[in-house]
Structures are given as C-alpha cells and as structure tokens.
C-alpha cells in the first residue's frame, strides 16, 4: 500500500510491507526494520542505542529464545542513514515485565536519540506497536519518576499517551541507595477498559532482558532484589 502526499514542495510516500516503513521526503529518508526477522540489521537484538559494545549475552538470548515465538517485536528507526529510535514489545506472557492481564501488550521500551527530537518519532514507534497489534485489549509499561537516569520517564510515557494506574516507591541496594524513586504501571486501554496488573514483587528484583536498562540486575550482583520497597 502506498500513500502519496503533496505540500509545499515536500512529497512524501509511505510504504507499508513486511519488513519496513519507509518515508521519502526531498533529501531526507527514513525507515523502520523489525529487526526480528534478521538480515543485516539483527545485531540490534542484542543492542541498543546505547554507546556500549555489540556482544551476544546469555541473559538476553535466553529471554529472546522464549519471547520472539511468544511474538516479540523489536524495530529500529532509521534517518538520514543513522539509527536514531527504537520500540520492543510483546504480549505480556512474553514481555519482560511482570505485567499481566487479558490481552495486553507490553512496551519493554521506546527510545529516540536526543540528536533526532522534534520529529515525532516516538509517536511513529508507538503506531507501529498499536498496528501490529491492534487487537490489544490494552497496552502497558513502566515509567520511571525522580530515577537519576534519562530513560522510561514518566513523563515520556504520559506524552505517548500511556496514564499512571499504580506505583510503587523504592531504593536501589547498590546504585545511589539513599535516593528513593517511584516505578509506575501504566497503560493505554484499546479495546477494553479492564486496566492490567503488575507482581510488585518480581518487578524489586529488576531487570535482566537487557544490559541498558536503569532496573538491569547485572550478574554480578548477588543479590535476590537490587530494589527495596519505601514506606
């Protein structure tokens, strides 16, 4: 399917196929990859956008081994030749949250460089979540309040729509435990108003399905929960 626009001078197509989305607008190309169908773009299953070295890890190739059948998505945006955004999802059964409930997908995470804000390519992420499933009785994710790092703000997740329904108010045993900040559940309803659920107990023991993420319970650490609940 192709759309063709006409404004000022600009066209822009749009094309839709298995694999991408691509956009063509004068000088300037962009386009998505589900990277979980392989090709030359699979290592970014295993990375992010992080400035941190590309290597397989057994944490997360086992979560992959059992969440791509389980219908894990993962997707890069492209632009201007340089991977700028990317957005991982699953059903929940599959996600790497303890979130449950109905038919929910899970946002893992959604992330754009800061050198490519002002495009609105969070919200072209998250199109393509509520595309590929958009028989979703609800999509869902954690935001992150007063955590000392940039990522899954809550107030990220408010502007792409998602809503606080819960929270909880924890430390972090090892990196800067004296400084409390909340995880909140958050959700967009779809096709049912029946909100999701979360095990606040699995969610202090962190992280493992990815090395960059600020709830990451690195192997290192021996320790059952790297997050302790607040009064």
Request: aromatic content about 12%.
């Amino acid at each position: 399917m192709a759309d063709l626009k006409r404004g000022k001078g600009i066209i822009l197509f749009v094309v839709f196929n298995r694999w991408s989305v691509r956009f063509s607008m004068s000088q300037t190309e962009l386009y998505i990859v589900d990277v979980v169908e392989g090709g030359v773009h699979e290592r970014y299953l295993y990375r992010c956008l992080a400035p941190m070295p590309y290597r397989k890890y057994e944490r997360r190739r086992r979560y992959l081994e059992s969440a791509v059948p389980g219908g894990l998505r993962k997707k890069i945006l492209f632009y201007q030749g340089s991977a700028v955004g990317q957005i991982e999802y699953a059903p929940a059964e599959a996600s790497g949250y303890p979130i449950f409930g109905g038919n929910a997908v899970v946002l893992n995470c959604i992330w754009v460089l800061r050198r490519a804000k002002g495009h609105r390519f969070g919200r072209l992420l998250m199109n393509e979540m509520m595309r590929d499933y958009a028989n979703a009785d609800c999509f869902a994710t954690v935001g992150l309040e007063d955590h000392w790092s940039g990522w899954l703000r809550k107030e990220h997740m408010e502007y792409l729509g998602f809503r606080s329904i819960d929270s909880i108010t924890v430390s972090h045993r090892v990196k800067h435990p004296d400084r409390r900040f909340k995880i909140h559940l958050m959700w967009i309803p779809n096709r049912s108003d029946e909100p999701p659920s979360w095990r606040r107990i699995d969610l202090l023991r962190g992280v493992d399905f990815c090395m960059a993420h600020p709830l990451y319970r690195a192997k290192s650490v021996r320790m059952e929960e790297i997050l302790q609940r607040v009064m």
